[in-house]
């Protein structure tokens, strides 16, 4: 069908991705994705998750073509329509939702999406729900790999308010907003999981 993106990493990462979820998701309701991109990855966690609704979101009206069109050719049910959601703007067009994935996102984006993204999903989900986010980072104690360093040089290039966010950051803005502590997982590539729990 056409309008449908394809992005190689997601082939690599979905399954690794889709592992953790099976660990943090609840047995019902609804899961919000941030920055749905392609659509790729909220299709393939639907298909294997069918006891979770999940409702994708872009800023892009391509991506969310794309969404649409992925959700359409793989004939899922409990995929909603995507809607248009800037995770910077406050509040969101959403109300609530169970947990909130958002992949890839933060490193790609102004530091002004991350805040919007703690601020919103703190302010959408019930106790105990968490906030998934996946991707690479600066750690304190960790060597940052030559591949995530290049990275990191050509985002900024591309964009000064682009580039790996450190993670101690990341933990500091989440505690300010009302989150516990972070749950990492390493992940391929040099990525990692980071779950967060609304307190």
């Known amino acids: 069908m056409s309008g449908r993106l394809r992005y190689t990493a997601t082939e690599r990462n979905r399954d690794p991705i889709l592992d953790v979820l099976r660990g943090i998701l609840p047995a019902r309701g609804l899961v919000l994705e941030i920055a749905s991109g392609s659509g790729e990855h909220i299709v393939h966690f639907a298909r294997h ?21 992925w959700t359409a050719h793989e004939g899922l049910a409990n995929v909603r ?12 067009t959403i109300a609530a939702a169970d947990a ?45 790999a030559p591949s995530n360093q290049a990275f990191d040089a050509d985002l900024r290039r591309r964009n000064p ?14 505690a300010s907003e009302g989150f516990g502590g972070p749950v990492v997982t390493e992940m391929p590539a040099n990525n990692i999981s980071v779950v967060f729990r609304r307190i």
Request: net charge negative; glycine share 6%.
């Open 81 to 92: 329509a995507p809607i248009e959601i800037d995770a910077a703007q406050i509040p969101w």
């Open 100 to 144: 909130v994935l958002c992949i890839n996102m933060i490193h790609i984006s102004p530091w002004a999406a991350t805040q919007g993204l703690m601020r919103n999903a703190v302010a959408i989900l019930p106790a105990g729900a968490p906030l998934y986010l996946y991707g690479p980072y600066v750690r304190a104690g960790v060597k940052t």
């Open 49 to 69: 998750l069918p006891h979770l609704d999940f409702q994708p979101s872009d800023p892009e009206a391509t991506a969310r073509g794309s969404i649409a069109a």
């Open 161 to 174: 308010d682009w580039g790996l966010r450190d993670l101690a950051d990341v933990v500091a803005l989440a």
